[in-house]
């Protein structure tokens, strides 16, 4: 008995017979093309179908022109414009990214205590005073949204360049505020560019 179980233990497996070969080629093939092919196509196309804005990448028109997305934040240095979070990829939607350092790291610190001061210094105000998110980029490095503090420390110099009352330039801020989704996601913020575009419609 002993014999025969090791003779039958150690007999070769039958050979996978030819159409075994093809089964598992056909199949192969039709998975790639289902799910690599039909899978991604339709989803595009319902995505484009139910949600047309937000497939073609959210973008923002004016006067017939794409001027930007409103997922990507950009960069401003005109004064008579609110400006939006540091990035650490200078807002290259293809390289989205961190600095990738820790808060520890003393270039860090470095950076975000001089970016404080030189804040403070424009809107006389102390460096702990400053929203941070003005100070910090964020972990995309495109985040298109500030904190309404960081908009509001802002007001004054824009109404200035732009001669505006300080008031106006105020509500136009706090009408721009979007809620946290739903009520409890997120935290309040405001869009850089559609404030900026919103502020274009008020006057110079």
Not at 84 to 96: I, Q, T
Not at 160 to 179: N, Y
């Amino acid at each position: 008995m002993t014999a025969k179980r090791q003779a039958h233990r150690h007999t070769p497996p039958a050979e996978l017979p030819a159409t075994g070969w093809l089964s598992s080629m056909r199949a192969a093939l039709v998975l790639i093309l289902l799910c690599g092919g039909l899978y991604p196509l339709i989803g595009a196309w319902s995505a484009a179908a139910l949600f047309p804005h937000q497939a073609t990448g959210s973008l923002i028109e004016r006067d017939g022109a794409v001027v930007g997305s409103e997922l990507v934040g950009q960069a401003v240095v005109d004064p008579s414009y609110f400006r939006g979070r540091p990035s650490a990829v200078e807002y290259d939607p293809f390289r989205v990214a961190g600095s990738n350092r820790s808060p520890g790291n003393p270039q860090l610190r470095a950076r975000a205590e001089t970016s404080a001061h030189a804040l403070a210094a424009e809107y006389a105000v102390e460096p702990g005073q400053i929203p941070v998110d003005l100070i910090a980029a964020s972990g995309s490095g495109i985040d298109p949204h500030i904190s309404p503090e960081a908009a509001r420390m802002q007001v004054a110099r824009v109404a200035e360049v732009r001669g505006l009352p300080e008031e106006r330039v105020a509500e136009l801020v706090t009408a721009q505020v979007e809620p946290p989704l739903l009520g409890v996601l997120g935290q309040p913020r405001v869009n850089v560019l559609r404030l900026n575009l919103a502020l274009d419609a008020l006057g110079p």
